[in-house]
């Protein structure tokens, strides 16, 4: 089993709709969950981080954590084709290992007119 | 302006060549790191740097060294590079955490 799993995607949403990124992570200890952003041949930039179980919003995007199903998700409202993009989600792991950072495989999105 | 900048942006070598890419941020940070990104396996961690003269391994560190003598720089050495380090490579830093971090443009390696 992967350490990060993330939906295989590619996902595609219409404009205006709701798009939903879900990722999976092994490491029961894992303390905190990333989700950046990287656009075809640019390099990735971090939109949302999340620390605590539950609910994080920030503008269009909302982070979700549930540790005792060891699950993070990430929900873009009102998608615009610009927010078409790959998405990774990244964990840091439990235990002393604190430099370590783990990335999924990415969910490619398109957000079509 | 705050960045992280690589060096060079694009690389063809070949077998057993040595080579150094380096990374530089203005930013002050003390966290550095490096990933390879590679189609179908995602990014993944080769070395990542705490603060000056402390550096970790990451999940591929294979045929990779580095150095954090400064806190402004941290280069990825090869020392014999192989083709199946042909390869996106990214640096990034940090404020603190690990997970909050700035990435480089990239530098892409070829090595044949």
Same mark, same amino acid.
């Given at each position: 089993?992967?350490?990060?799993?993330?939906?295989?995607?590619?996902?595609?949403?219409?404009?205006?709709?709701?798009?939903?990124?879900?990722?999976?992570?092994?490491?029961?200890?894992?303390?905190?969950?990333?989700?950046?952003?990287?656009?075809?041949?640019?390099?990735?930039?971090?939109?949302?981080?999340?620390?605590?179980?539950?609910?994080?919003?920030?503008?269009?995007?909302?982070?979700?954590?549930?540790?005792?199903?060891?699950?993070?998700?990430?929900?873009?409202?009102?998608?615009?084709?610009?927010?078409?993009?790959?998405?990774?989600?990244?964990?840091?792991?439990?235990?002393?290992?604190?430099?370590?950072?783990?990335?999924?495989?990415?969910?490619?999105?398109?957000?079509?007119? | 302006?705050?960045?992280?900048?690589?060096?060079?942006?694009?690389?063809?070598?070949?077998?057993?060549?040595?080579?150094?890419?380096?990374?530089?941020?203005?930013?002050?940070?003390?966290?550095?790191?490096?990933?390879?990104?590679?189609?179908?396996?995602?990014?993944?961690?080769?070395?990542?740097?705490?603060?000056?003269?402390?550096?970790?391994?990451?999940?591929?560190?294979?045929?990779?060294?580095?150095?954090?003598? %400064?806190?402004?720089?941290?280069?990825?050495?090869? %020392?014999?590079?192989?083709?199946?380090?042909?390869?996106?490579?990214?640096?990034?830093?940090?404020?603190?955490?690990?997970? %909050?971090?700035?990435?480089?443009?990239?530098?892409?390696?070829?090595?044949?």
């Amino acid at each position: 089993q992967k350490e990060v799993e993330q939906n295989s995607g590619p996902l595609s949403v219409p404009e205006g709709a709701i798009a939903s990124l879900n990722c999976t992570y092994s490491d029961r200890g894992s303390q905190s969950f990333f989700w950046y952003r990287q656009y075809s041949g640019k390099s990735p930039e971090l939109i949302m981080s999340i620390y605590s179980n539950g609910d994080k919003e920030d503008g269009r995007f909302t982070a979700q954590l549930n540790k005792a199903s060891q699950y993070v998700s990430l929900l873009i409202r009102d998608s615009q084709p610009s927010d078409s993009a790959t998405y990774l989600c990244a964990v840091t792991p439990g235990g002393t290992s604190y430099g370590k950072l783990t990335f999924g495989q990415g969910t490619i999105l398109t957000v079509h007119p | 302006e705050a960045q992280v900048t690589q060096n060079p942006r694009y690389l063809i070598t070949v077998t057993g060549k040595k080579l150094t890419v380096t990374c530089s941020q203005n930013m002050n940070h003390e966290y550095m790191s490096w990933y390879r990104q590679d189609p179908g396996l995602g990014l993944r961690q080769i070395y990542y740097s705490m603060n000056v003269e402390v550096t970790d391994k990451g999940d591929v560190p294979e045929g990779y060294k580095v150095s954090r003598k %400064e806190k402004r720089n941290f280069p990825l050495i090869l %020392e014999s590079p192989s083709p199946n380090q042909t390869s996106l490579y990214f640096c990034a830093s940090s404020p603190g955490l690990a997970g %909050e971090q700035y990435f480089g443009p990239g530098t892409r390696l070829t090595v044949t």
